[in-house]
């Protein structure tokens, strides 16, 4: 969904029903971002809820210089950094989250690409808050280059050099996990 009336916002269009609607559109995205980045589930429900929140607040003062969901992930960014900037986030540590199945497998096949896709997602989280923010914004979200640079306010160049990075370093591991287990073999 475009969301191109956004821009020309008047009195007239039903807010709250354009925000349910973002919400809906975009709700997934968003969480699912703030856990990207914070690497906690419960940080990111906290943070999804306080993106839209602030979203609600300044719909009227939306610009149009980026898509809907640069200027929600934009929000969502700074949201979740300022959360891990906070003095209780730096003294305390928690336990890592795992990701959650919600329903069964029930083949064989189906356990083996679940394990793989686990074992990619972990790889990616692993990696250095720069170099994985840049891959998830590109890979999983679709945003273009410029869009990146400029949600990330860093040069187009960074954007490359940063992705380029995260790729060489998981395929690297990738690798080396494959030998491992061959060698187990």
Known sequence: MAFDYLKHMTGGVDKRALFDELMMTYGRDVSNYAY????????????????????????????????????????????????????????????????RQDSQRSAESEWFGSEEKNRIWSLVLELPRKQREVLILFAHYHLSMKEIAELLNISEGTVKSRLHRARLSIGSSLSENAEERSERL
């Open 36 to 99: 990207f980045i914070t690497k906690r589930k419960d940080l990111a429900e906290d943070i999804s809820q306080d993106v839209f929140v602030k979203a609600y607040e300044h719909l009227d003062s939306f610009r149009g210089r980026s898509s809907v969901k640069s200027w929600l992930l934009s929000i969502t960014r700074n949201t979740a950094l300022d959360y891990l900037k906070t003095a209780w986030m730096r003294r305390v540590q928690l336990f890592p989250s795992w990701f």
